[in-house]
């Protein structure tokens, strides 16, 4: 099981896993970004696109833009936003669609030319009628790596916070 070490990711977590039901997970209708004003500078939604499958950024928290030097609102996950880590990231997206599970990601931000930076990412799957992904609801937080050995990425499904 992936824990999640911020206080901000498991309240975001949390509020997740309380519209979900006795569904895997919730439908997108029931996420309103205005029931959680504390968590709106760190939520990031993105739309999931079909054929072929891919992601499109529909919302971008402050604290996404302050760290990342950009906003992309409105851009697709790509080689052109995310460079050699696009592929990785694509991959893990797609799992969440494919898993229907909420993961946590940890992760060097060395395709961003800052590997002294570590992100943290509870990322949550949010689904339509029919029980498809149309969207992934992700938190960040930010802080300095601690060691240059330790993992690059890690990407693990969360079984409970």
Known sequence: ???LSD???NAL???W????GEAVAPLRSAIRPTEI????????ILDVTR????????LVGMEWIDRMGRDVTGQAVDAILYGDAAEEILASLKTIVTEKKPYRRFARL?????QWLTLESTELPLLDAD????SILRGCAFSMTQSANAPRLQFDAITAA
């Open 110 to 114: 060395d395709w961003k030319n800052a």
């Open 37 to 44: 004003p504390a968590l709106l500078r760190i939520i990031n």
């Open 131 to 134: 029980g498809e992904v149309v």
């Open 1 to 3: 099981m992936a824990a």
């Open 13 to 15: 977590y949390h509020y």
């Open 7 to 9: 206080s901000k990711l």
């Open 17 to 20: 896993k309380s519209k979900c």
């Open 51 to 58: 054929d072929p499958l891919g992601f499109r950024h529909k």
